[in-house]
């Protein structure tokens, strides 16, 4: 079997007497959507930190592509591959949609954003960014302002972003959060297509959509992985019904 694309080992993190991460082991490969699954406060806003560089954790590793990348800051990271989209929007929203995509094309390029003016009549990185719009469905949207977007295009401009950096990986952060029935329907499809590119690691509250994409899930309960394995296995067992799913399973 080929090495996972992104693995955690061992990964722990505890705040005084409150564990948060208790040696969690995660693999992500390629090809397939990971989905992580858990109640308010199971740990998954600190796994999805200590996994991008935003939180350093008390022990275990990360590793992306084989390399060991524990020590490594967010931008290191996102510059190896990992793109991360966020679950509350971190876009520009008085930039254009084609300004956005723009900014993660400069950042990939590793260019300083200060020059950021020239980069618009930049034509390699304008392509870069375009495609990207184009992949998400937005390329009628380029010259709006990200304002005026609604929620779930929003989404998609954030995927956009991290498209420009050509990843390795995705660290997904509920991208259905706040979507409708038809925005769901759209992102559902795009992340289905998108796995191919590069695998995803999701952490998402919507159920239908967890079961409709996952080629793999695992339960964080309490700081710790409860279960881990492809959705039919985890609708039927009966720990995890009894901590997360109930009637939905």
């Known amino acids: 079997m080929t090495k996972p694309v992104l693995e955690v080992r061992g990964l722990s993190k505890r705040f005084g007497a409150l564990v948060v991460s208790d040696g969690i082991d995660l693999s992500l490969r390629a090809g397939e959507i990971h989905a992580v699954i858990g109640p308010n406060g199971a740990g998954k806003t600190t796994l999805i930190a200590e996994i991008c560089g935003g939180l350093a954790p008390d022990a275990g590793s990360v590793h992306l592509n084989g390399r060991d990348v524990t020590g490594l800051p967010i931008r290191a990271r996102a510059k190896m591959g990992l793109a991360r989209t966020f679950q509350i929007s971190a876009l520009a929203m008085e930039d254009t949609v ?21 980069v618009l009549s930049d034509r390699s990185l304008r392509v870069v960014a375009e495609a990207a719009l184009d992949r998400v469905g937005l390329s009628h949207k380029a010259a709006a302002r990200t304002a005026e977007l609604s929620h779930g295009e929003r989404r998609q401009l954030e995927v956009a972003v991290a498209l420009t950096l050509t990843p390795t990986a995705f660290v997904m952060d509920e991208p259905m959060a706040g979507l409708g029935t038809e925005g769901g329907a759209r992102m559902t499809a795009l992340l289905g297509t998108l796995k191919h590119e590069a695998p995803i690691l999701l952490v998402e509250h919507d159920m239908d959509a967890v079961f409709a994409l996952a080629d793999r899930i695992s339960v964080l309960a309490g700081g710790r992985v409860i279960a881990s394995g492809p959705p039919d296995a985890i609708r039927a067992d009966a720990a995890v019904r009894e901590a997360y799913l109930g009637d939905e399973a």
């Open 98 to 118: 084609l300004q956005n995509a723009l900014l993660g094309a400069l950042g990939a390029a590793g260019r300083p954003w200060r020059f950021f003016r020239p």
